[in-house]
């Protein structure tokens, strides 16, 4: 008999790994920020951002999280 536990970690570890794909996507297509993985050297780790390209990451992370929201994820 499976564990509810197991069942609830598995979907959870799911929701973290879709929600940081969909971040790493923002910062890739909007923001055109290769990575968010912290590399250790300032030219690869601070990156200039226009109001604007922040302003549209912003919306889209909203935007995925009022459909999440709706959808009941």
Known sequence: MKNSNDSKTR???RATKKRDEAI?????NILEIETLAERKSDSLDFHEVSVWGLKDALLAAYELGLAAAKKGA
């Open 11 to 13: 979907s959870t570890n």
């Open 24 to 28: 790493e996507a923002i910062a890739r």
